[in-house]
């Protein structure tokens, strides 16, 4: 009876081997990915809603995308980091970001027509795991280590997230969003202002003053547009002080004209040329017809520069959701270039260079 009990131990191993076999026949293969994104960036848009869901649908568990906000200068510090450990220059790196095996793929055009390919091909080769990089492996806690649909989409690193909420909650951002508000009501009245001015051919208020003050806020405005191109170009913490959060503005994608001029830049181009302006026209020998419509390409800087303002504060209230003070500051300096230039201007329209109409 023992003896026949003992001969019966190795079929019932092989038959309990037997059983789980199939059990790890159905495991399918997983593709594992990371993707860093950000907020208000239409490229991200596009992948998230109209390229991931139809490849969800298609794998289902079988592709997991693990996706990273970048929210702060930090962030973007360290996006810049991993992207030079995979060789890319910072003019090549942009969101979305996705790491998948050992490939990289950038912008949205990439992601929209690999993806899919790479996906099949690691599902053949029995699944691909996170990548191993320890810059990236760094930001995937195991806590989160799920789908999107299933698991919150932290920011990036977990420690910057901390601050950022603790920001959130004692930074005065409606205050911030009120100030930018009155100043695009304002800029918008300005704007009116000078075309009524322009015309009607005379000006409702003006003063002698007017003329001299162009440069000083012009220096002033270059300063701003300075400190913005250093922010920006650099990669470092803006101050902010009280009001609002400049870090979230200039992280944005959309403190970049077609993700390649900074904003910074172009004002500082900008207030160079209306100081540039102003001087040819005091200049002791006069230049021609440069002299003459000297005043005249200052307004329209001016009128230009104002227009595209009211355009960026508009992204700050509506689309980026968030207040940088030095671009505020930027914007009204802006505006009082127009108003201060419109005494010039309509004196270079007419023939006669006697006083304004009152």
């Known amino acids: ?14 038959l309990l081997a037997l059983c789980a076999s199939p059990v790890r ?23 998230i809603q109209n390229v991931l869901p139809p490849l969800h649908e298609k794998y289902g568990e079988q592709f997991d ?7 702060s200068v930090e962030d973007v510090d360290v996006l810049y980091r991993i992207a030079t450990s995979y060789n890319f220059s910072k003019k090549q790196t942009g969101v979305p970001f996705l790491i998948i095996g050992d490939q990289v793929l950038v912008g949205s055009d990439q992601v929209r027509e690999q993806l899919s390919a790479l996906i099949d091909d690691y599902l053949t080769r029995g699944g691909v795991d996170f990548p191993t990089n320890p810059l990236v492996a760094d930001l995937l806690p195991t806590a989160f280590l799920a789908s999107p649909a ?6 990036l690193p977990a420690a910057t997230q901390a601050v950022d909420l603790a920001q959130a909650e004692s930074a005065p951002h409606s205050n911030g969003f009120t100030l930018a508000a009155i100043v695009m009501v ?19 208020f003006h003063a002698a003053w ?30 902010c002080g009280p009001v609002g959060d400049c870090n979230a503005v200039q992280s944005s994608s959309y403190a970049r004209i077609w ?17 540039a302006a102003w001087y040819s026209r005091h200049l002791p020998q006069k230049l021609g017809w440069i002299t003459t419509y000297a005043p005249i390409a200052l307004f329209g800087m001016a009128l230009f520069g104002t227009i595209f303002s009211v355009y960026l504060t508009y992204l700050e209230l509506y689309v980026i959701k968030a207040v940088c003070i030095w671009c ?8 009082l270039l127009l108003l201060l230039s419109l005494q010039s201007t309509l004196r270079a329209f007419t023939s006669d260079e006697g006083d304004l109409e009152e």
């Open 1 to 14: 009876m023992k003896n026949t009990s003992l001969k019966q131990i190795p079929l019932l191993i092989l």
């Open 25 to 47: 026949a159905q495991t399918q293969p997983v593709v594992h990915a990371v993707m860093f994104w950000m907020d208000g960036c239409p490229h991200c848009e596009d992948v």
């Open 65 to 71: 995308l693990f996706m990273i906000e970048v929210k």
């Open 150 to 155: 299933s698991s919150p989409t932290p920011s």
């Open 186 to 204: 304002g800029m918008i009245s300005v704007i009116l202002y000078a075309l009524v001015s322009l015309l009607a051919g005379k000006l409702f």
């Open 210 to 239: 007017m003329d001299n003050a162009i440069p000083v806020a012009a220096f002033v405005g270059l300063g701003v547009a300075a400190y913005l191109t250093y922010v920006e170009t650099q990669s470092v913490q803006a101050i």
């Open 259 to 275: 993700g390649i001029l900074p904003v910074g830049v172009l004002g500082a181009f900008g207030y160079i040329a209306i100081l």
């Open 328 to 335: 505020i500051s930027s914007a009204v300096i802006i505006t």
